[in-house]
């Protein structure tokens, strides 16, 4: 009974194999899949070779900077080496009166300035922005006026009025200059009061130049 059992198996496993072999649906079938592996494994190692190229060649232009330069971006400082650009920490609004906390005056504080009402954290650096340093004037307040003025005195001041289009442009290049700085970033902007359009203009701090005498 046995053995007639396991004959019968060992027919029906003949049968589905030679069915198999004989079928022509089969054979497309394995030809085709075996094809679409085929085409499936050169797309794979196409990739592979492009992303091997991009390794080498993000390596080689690291390595030849620094071969080059000494440095490993090509002498590049700007802003975008620095984390903070890529993850910029949320905004604060100051008042003025709160800006003027972060004068500089208090070594365990940062330091902040403003251009425009844009707040710079400008801490790194404190030789210039702390007080006593060459340009701490600019420090805890909107001195926006005394950037193109060079009035340190009398032109710490948010009051643009009277200025020139150029005189406009400079001080936005100083606020550009804060913004695309490696070591200062933006932190927030500054809610300025108003100016008194009936408060007078400040006067230029320049002794004006005598004119040259004819002679
Ligand atoms: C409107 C006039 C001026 C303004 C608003 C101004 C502003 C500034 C500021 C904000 C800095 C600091 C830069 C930083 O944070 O890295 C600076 C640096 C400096 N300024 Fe002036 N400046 C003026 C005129 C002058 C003049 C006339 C001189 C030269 C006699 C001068 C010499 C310097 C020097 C030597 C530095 C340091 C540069 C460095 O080491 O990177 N500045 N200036």
Aim: some cysteine; aromatic content about 12%; overall charge positive.
């Amino acid at each position: 009974m046995d053995q007639q059992k396991a004959a019968k198996q060992r027919h029906t496993k003949n049968r589905i194999d030679n069915d198999q072999h004989n079928d022509p649906r089969a054979d497309g079938a394995s030809r085709h899949s075996s094809k679409q592996s085929r085409t499936a494994a050169n797309t794979s190692s196409w990739k592979q070779s492009v992303l091997q190229g991009l390794c080498l060649s993000v390596l080689f232009f690291f390595l030849a900077s620094y071969l080059v330069t000494d440095t490993w971006l090509w002498g590049y400082k700007g802003k975008y080496t620095n984390l903070r650009h890529w993850f910029p920490p949320k905004e604060v609004v100051f008042t003025q009166t709160e800006l003027l906390k972060y004068d500089g005056s208090d070594p365990s504080k940062k330091i902040y300035l403003a251009i425009k009402g844009e707040v710079f954290d400008v801490t790194a650096g404190r030789p210039y922005y702390s007080k006593g340093g060459g340009y701490g004037f600019f420090s805890g307040k909107d001195a926006s006026r005394a950037y193109t003025t060079g009035c340190f005195q009398t032109h710490l001041t948010h009051d643009l009025r009277g200025l020139t289009k150029q005189q406009l442009a400079d001080i936005d290049g100083w606020a550009n200059f804060y913004r695309n700085h490696q070591k200062y970033f933006k932190v927030g902007t500054v809610i300025l009061d108003p100016i008194d359009p009936a408060s007078p203009i400040p006067e230029d701090c320049h002794q004006p130049v005598a004119p040259k005498p004819s002679s």
